[in-house]
């Protein structure tokens, strides 16, 4: 069969990798994708979200399944779209429909559906540039550290813990009033604080059934120990020593089952992913947010760390059979490092040359943002330019093959954490 993905960065380019492997994959089509999803399928030169673009490769390259990786073209339809034009009713499509998409689209819905399902989540209020003064009322009867979220998608970067009442406040007038995250904050939702530990937990889904992935921890500070500004991501590890059976048994049971039921309440017929995030407080979880995708880069230790072929899953999910197809998970470590752009997540240059990738051995390397220049040279593109995934039976050598990869890798400004995974290896000792 021939496969489209949709988008450019680590997480399409591990799909790619992996389905690539599969003997039901014929053609593999990226697009836009980047230079790593060049060497192995072809790009199309069209962004995820221009919708009829994406009609007509569909058409033009006879597709029969489309991976949405991003979260911004399910938020504004393109499920819907594909599904609105009959010529292309055959299409499996792997992602949910605007409806469901609002469970990552807007904080708010997500708070209302868990509130309403009975789902564990941290307790909250929604606020709007009309209900300014209540806000502020609320943030002075508030404990501290206080959260608050932009309602809308804000590329990860809508989230601020506040330690302060005074920087509360000032959050609050930034996004309701100055707009700091244009239409993403017309409402902003504050929410209590947990104390725990961050983890995500990903779920493919028939809208019934569903299939519960490796969960992973990623890290979105820019600074080691998790200091600093939030970034998309600065690396990950899977699995996650504290999420063991008894804890993943209560997400399944407290979590996963409740919030497919909920969505079959609410009339939302969900195919795709659901990234779960959560945080473990005191053995028990409690949902931070839903994403109605895969994560970026968890997808770089949780695909290489799925023996089995990803495909079948794909298509069983299309179909409404997932419960009817194997899935198996490797007990191997996977970490993987981010190499960013110098000055991300803020004003960073491009074009710089990346070079050793040929030295990088027994890793998996992942472009994020990367392209070729007009010399055939590869070049960064993007904030974060390459995730490098090690695997191994312990921790503390799946942590020295991605850093080694890390450290051998070269672009001018190159920026990486080192101590992906050293909290984890610490928690156990």
């Known amino acids: 069969m021939n496969i489209l993905i949709l988008g450019s960065g680590g997480r399409e380019h591990a799909f790619a990798w992996k389905i690539v492997q599969s003997p039901l994959c014929d053609d593999l089509f990226v697009a836009p994708g980047n230079a790593g999803t060049a060497k192995i399928a072809r790009n199309l030169p069209f962004a995820a979200n221009d919708f009829e673009a994406v009609a007509k490769a569909i058409t033009e390259h006879r597709i029969d399944l489309v991976l949405i990786g991003p979260e911004e073209p ?64 609320y943030l002075q009867q508030h404990s501290l550290p206080i959260v608050l979220k932009a309602d809308g998608l804000a590329a990860g970067k809508g989230v601020v813990i506040a330690e302060t009442v005074k ?38 889904t028939d809208g019934k059934k569903y299939k519960i992935l490796p969960e992973a921890k990623d890290y979105k500070r820019i600074g080691e120990n998790d200091t600093g500004l939030n970034t998309g991501g600065m690396g990950a590890v899977s699995p996650v020593i504290f999420a063991d059976e008894d804890f993943m048994r209560k997400v399944e049971e407290k979590v996963v089952k409740p919030t497919l039921a909920g969505l079959q309440e609410e009339g939302i017929k969900y195919v795709g992913f659901i990234f779960i995030g959560l945080m473990n407080v005191k053995g028990e979880p409690y949902v931070i947010e839903y994403n109605v995708r895969m994560g970026d880069p968890e997808t770089e230790v949780v695909l290489p760390r799925l023996h089995s072929d990803l495909v ?9 059979t997932i419960e009817d ?30 070079e050793n990738l040929e030295k990088c051995e027994d890793v998996m390397t992942f472009h994020a943002g ?16 390459l995730a490098v995934t090690g695997m191994a039976n312990s921790i503390e050598n799946a942590v020295m093959k991605s850093q080694k990869a890390a450290h051998t890798l070269r672009f001018e400004g190159k920026y990486y954490r080192s101590d992906i995974g050293i909290d984890l290896i610490r928690y156990r000792d």
């Open 370 to 385: 990367t392209q070729f220049n007009g010399q055939e040279e590869i070049v960064t593109a993007g904030g974060r330019v």
């Open 74 to 137: 399910l938020v504004n339809g393109i499920v819907d779209y594909i599904k609105s034009l009959p010529e292309l009713k055959h299409v499996k499509l792997i992602g949910p429909d605007a409806m469901g998409a609002q469970l990552e689209g807007s904080k708010d819905f997500s708070k209302n559906f868990m509130q309403k399902h009975g789902i564990p989540t941290a307790a909250s209020q929604t606020f709007t540039p009309e209900t300014l003064s209540k806000g502020l009322e």
């Open 325 to 354: 197809v194997e899935m198996t998970i490797s007990p191997q470590v996977a970490v993987t490092t981010v190499l960013v752009s110098g000055g991300y997540p803020e004003a960073y240059e491009k074009g710089k040359v990346i």
């Open 167 to 204: 920087q509360a406040e000032g959050t609050l007038v930034e996004m309701l009033m100055d707009r700091k995250f244009g239409d993403a904050g017309k409402k902003v939702v504050i929410e209590q604080f947990l104390k725990g530990i961050e983890l995500s937990v990903f779920v493919l």
């Open 312 to 320: 079948p899953l794909l298509i069983a999910a299309s179909k409404g």
